[in-house]
């Protein structure tokens, strides 16, 4: 059978009703949305000509991974794919420069502490890691410095966990993160005990899901920022460790180009500079943060 079926006015009708496209409550993008998901889920197991039995197990593995929903996104390509339709769009609207965009993941804990001057990231000891030196600026499209700017910044530990969620139960609430308040010049700097790159939890939905896929739930050594000042776009992007094995195969897709520093590594130290160039906002909007739901501490 082809996808033809799908096409057929008793699967139509079908779609219609369970959008509520009849009805004159409602959502009517949402309806939009929902009758062009269904159809289009529909169309795949005709496609593929899944089995009652494999359907029910895809709703298991949804229902069963639904709480690793935010590292299920990024194996799957999908949260890349948000920032090279972001991209895409700015390319469109005649919006480029500044530092590339790549994905926030799912592990960010607002409010972390706000900080001033050389900020010490590490509440922890960590005692094996190095201490990571990271320093540079953050300036906008003319160059000029970024003054008021408040810079987020959370990583893993050199075990590859983050706190707030950390099975290990070990580390001190917001350990390896900061907001830190730049100064007029627009320079920063921390540091921190060097993280590990990050893995999946073993035999979890997404380590299912990567194995079954013959793939791995690995990531490179990485640090996340989110950048705002007012008069500018909210950045939100990270750096990757270049000398790590897994720099060119992240299972998360958020190495970019540009975003791939390789760390100067001296005995006990390693030193990271990396300037920041942020655009310029075109709306209030874009000065604030996406709307997506991220974790607070309890
Ligand atoms: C991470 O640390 C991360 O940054 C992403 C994108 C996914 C899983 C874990
Ligand atoms: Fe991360």
């Not at 496609?47 to 039995?53: A, G, K, M, N, T």
């Not at 939100?236 to 975003?259: K, V, Y």
């Not at 590594?265 to 709307?291: N, V």
Request: net charge negative; hydrophobic share 35%; proline share 7%.
């Amino acid at each position: 059978m082809d996808t033809s079926f799908v096409k057929t006015p008793q699967i139509q009708q079908l779609l219609d009703k369970a959008a509520g496209l009849q009805e004159s409550g409602g959502n009517p993008r949402l309806k939009a949305i929902v009758r062009d998901l269904t159809e289009a889920l529909m169309a795949l197991i005709v496609r593929h000509d899944i089995s009652e039995s494999e359907f029910w197990l895809a709703m298991k593995f949804l229902g069963e991974g639904a709480g690793e929903i935010g590292l299920i996104v990024p194996g799957s390509g999908l949260e890349h794919f948000l920032d090279l339709y972001m991209d895409a769009k700015d390319a469109e609207a005649g919006r480029s420069g500044g530092t590339p965009r790549t994905i926030e993941g799912p592990l960010y804990v607002a409010d972390a502490p706000l900080v001033e001057g050389n900020a010490d990231l590490s509440s922890d000891p960590d005692p094996d890691a190095q201490v990571l030196h990271m320093t540079g600026t953050v300036t906008g499209p003319e160059g000029e410095p970024v003054g008021d700017a408040i810079v987020h910044v959370w990583h893993a530990n050199s075990k590859g966990w983050y706190s707030h969620f950390d099975p290990t139960g070990e580390q001190t609430p917001f350990n390896n993160r900061r907001r830190i308040k730049l100064a007029p010049d627009g320079r920063y700097a921390f540091h921190s005990r060097m993280p590990s790159g990050y893995s999946v939890p073993p035999g979890g939905a997404t380590d299912q899901l990567m194995q079954a896929l013959g793939r791995h739930g690995s990531r490179p050594a990485h640090v996340h920022f989110f950048i705002e000042a007012p008069g500018y776009r909210t950045l939100t992007t990270q750096i990757n460790f270049g000398d790590d094995p897994f720099a060119a195969d992240d299972f998360a897709f958020g190495t970019r180009e540009g975003l791939l520093p390789v760390p100067s590594r001296q005995g006990d130290s390693a030193y990271i500079a990396f300037d920041f160039q942020l655009q310029r906002a075109a709306t209030a909007a874009e000065q604030g943060f996406s709307a997506r739901s991220r974790a607070e501490a309890g």
